[in-house]
């Protein structure tokens, strides 16, 4: 079975522009999360999606970054204009869903630095 | 809120070692608590989960006790090996915030052969 996959990998920008971030989940996974990991820090969520609809985003960065799982099966997570601050690891996760606890799965992440 | 706290590191540890990462957390209630293990250049991995008190979670010779008395939740293996270096990292569920994990800062884990 395949596991959760991101792209790209790394990504390296000027601080004010733009950058996207894509997640393919586990097939039939309903779930899926973007965690931001800070260097020296455990990921802390940004965004839970059940199958297309927001779940919890009350700790993404409105302002800049936007996330949206068409089709509630892959999902883009974009950051503009980037800060400093963003630097980080950017992880997908994914499981099957329901209200409650269900093993979550994660992608390799994608090592953004601002420059 | 609820909150996760792990001992700080690195820890470096010889070979056959016994290692202990503590981890302690503040929630009401009942949260589920896991070790998700990172290693390098890979994403993270759950490694051992327990959901109710005095529960024992165990995977690859690892083991956890689910102390509520206490709100801890140390990690424990009685022999590491160098494939053992990794990142760990303790985490938290709670049942009011459906699935989300709240994790801790993260241990690294050195094994010198």
């Known amino acids: 079975e395949a596991g959760v996959a991101q792209s790209p990998r790394y990504k390296i920008i000027e601080k004010r522009q733009s950058v996207a971030f894509w997640c393919n989940p586990i097939?039939?996974?309903?779930?899926l999360y973007w965690y931001q990991q800070i260097l020296g820090q455990g990921p802390k969520l940004l965004i839970q999606f059940q199958n297309n609809g927001v779940v919890d985003d009350s700790q993404l960065p409105k302002d800049r970054f936007s996330a949206e799982r068409l089709k509630g099966v892959d999902s883009t997570l974009k950051i503009q204009p980037a800060k400093l601050e963003d630097s980080a690891v950017y992880l997908c996760?994914?499981?099957?869903?329901?209200?409650?606890?269900?093993?979550?799965?994660f992608g390799p992440g994608t090592r953004l630095t601002v420059l | 809120g609820n909150s996760v706290t792990q001992m700080e590191g690195p820890v470096t540890l010889s070979e056959e070692a016994f290692l202990t990462i503590n981890c302690t957390y503040t929630a009401t209630g009942y949260p589920s608590l896991f070790w998700y293990v990172q290693y390098p250049g890979e994403g993270l991995q759950l490694l051992l989960k327990?959901?109710?008190?005095?529960d024992k979670g165990s995977n690859k010779g690892f083991e956890a006790t689910y102390r509520k008395e206490t709100t801890s939740f140390h990690l424990e293996k009685g022999s590491v090996q160098v494939s053992d270096s990794a990142v760990y990292f303790c985490?938290?569920?709670?049942?009011?915030?459906?699935?989300?994990?709240?994790f801790g800062e993260g241990t690294q884990l050195t094994v010198n052969p």
């Open positions: 097939s039939g996974h309903a779930t």
């Open positions: 985490a938290l569920s709670h049942p009011t915030s459906g699935s989300r994990l709240t």
């Open positions: 996760a994914s499981s099957e869903g329901g209200p409650s606890y269900n093993e979550q799965f």
């Open positions: 327990a959901t109710k008190a005095d």
